[in-house]
């Protein structure tokens, strides 16, 4: 596929341009940090000749095409949040990689770039919406919850995924998405201890709704801050942030409304399932988060690994240190393995990293938090200090991860890599 040019082919500057802003545009969307999308639009610019600056930030991208005529500039506003496409990106991936290498003119890169952004997900929605509660389920057991905990967290789940999946063409309301999924899936917890037995409401209820959590948003911003684009990774923190309280208010919401009506259940301890078939459940659910991320099959495996390295690097890591200290090494391990997989051809750190944060971010403060907010016993000390300093941990784990395997770009913006 590749062709060798003495010199580089004559290009339109203009619809170059207009190229070189959409194919920022999607690997911004397709998760990739900033400083990377940035450098890869460089070297896709440097193959035709032109000289290209670059800058993105959480919703923002812009780029200048350098000229001795006519300098082009243009910018376009992007979604905070969109959904996560391990095919899509890989191939995206593999367009920047292709034009860095002198493989494509213009004409064949757009008509490149339309066909990967015209791909949709391989599963149809109603598979996703399925696991989606198969993931809900999962997480349940993995915090504490037993078979009817791992039932209602199904069905919460599957509303999750609804409200979720089912309103991507509306990438803009991303809060609001959030606020309704944890205020409806409340009340569908809430509901279901009329009709079964006692059981504990707040697992099913975090089980359910553990893919509403911002883990991905946070990792991103992670990275970011430690590859030196503050000016990226602070808002996307921040975002993250505030998606995580608008699922506290939704939660809070809802416990207030049904405390009109009737009172909120009793706490009921749940009786954890045995050790090995927890874990083997959570590789169920890796199963079932390989399709929710759009992935390949070759991903599926990969994306099991992360899940269950998490699992296990948090577990060891309490038991060695507690929980003053676990989630930093958890994160860093897990840091570690991801970047060193994303060394590879068409791949992505965040195909390792993204489930594994899912399975540290929720296990040490969504339980508390979601405890707390609805008033369950057994979380007195889950302060907002506490979520925070655990929050930070987790970026300090990645940051530090990045330190011992650093990118194989340079850090620097506008610099030769």
Not at 73 to 95: D, E, I, Q, T, Y
Not at 347 to 356: A, D, K, L, N
Not at 384 to 390: D, K, P, Y
């Amino acid at each position: 596929m590749k062709r060798e040019h003495d010199t580089p082919p004559e290009v339109d500057e203009q619809a170059a341009s207009a190229f070189l802003l959409d194919l920022a545009k999607a690997l911004h969307l397709a998760y990739q940090p900033s400083l990377l999308v940035e450098e890869r639009v460089r070297r896709a610019a440097k193959a035709w000749g032109l000289k290209v600056e670059v800058f993105t930030l959480q919703s923002l991208a812009m780029t200048e095409v350098l000229s001795p005529r006519r300098s082009h500039v243009s910018f376009s506003r992007l979604p905070f949040n969109p959904h996560w496409n391990l095919g899509r990106a890989a191939a995206l991936l593999r367009l920047a990689d292709t034009l860095a290498s002198g493989g494509l003119r213009l004409p064949e890169a757009r008509a490149e770039l339309d066909r990967i952004e015209a791909t949709h997900s391989p599963y149809p929605e109603w598979l996703v919406f399925g696991v989606y509660g198969v993931y809900g389920a999962a997480v349940a057991a993995r915090v504490g919850g037993a078979w009817l905990e791992m039932a209602v967290a199904f069905f919460v789940g599957m509303l999750a995924g609804v409200i979720h999946f089912g309103t991507l063409r509306s990438q803009w309301v991303d809060l609001q998405k959030s606020f309704l999924a944890a205020f409806l899936g409340t009340l569908v917890a809430l509901g279901f201890t009329f009709v079964l037995p006692p059981f504990n409401a707040v697992r099913a209820l975090f089980g359910g709704a553990t893919l509403l959590v911002p883990a991905m948003v946070v990792t991103l911003g992670s990275l970011e801050l430690a590859m030196e684009s503050v000016e990226a990774g602070l808002p996307r923190l921040m975002y993250g942030l505030l998606r995580f309280m608008m699922l506290g208010v939704g939660i809070a919401a809802a416990g207030t409304l049904w405390g009109f009506v009737w009172p909120l259940p009793p706490h009921v301890d749940a009786h954890a399932l045995p050790p090995l078939l927890v874990l083997f459940l959570v590789a169920v659910g890796g199963v079932a988060l390989s399709v929710c991320m759009a992935g390949r099959p070759r991903d599926v495996g990969w994306i099991v690994a992360g899940v269950v390295l998490a699992y296990e690097t948090q577990a060891v890591a309490k038991a060695l240190l507690g929980d003053r200290g676990s989630p930093l090494l958890a994160a860093f391990v897990l840091g570690v393995v991801g970047l060193l997989y994303g060394r590879g051809r068409d791949r992505m750190p965040m195909t390792v990293i993204m489930p594994g944060m899912l399975q540290l971010a929720p296990g040490f403060i969504g339980t508390e938090a979601v405890v707390a907010l609805l008033g369950g016993g057994g979380a007195n000390d889950a302060r907002l200090f506490n979520v925070l300093l655990v929050a930070l941990q987790l970026v300090l784990g990645l940051v530090f991860a990045t330190v011992v395997v650093p990118p194989r770009f340079s850090r620097e913006r506008g610099a030769r890599a």
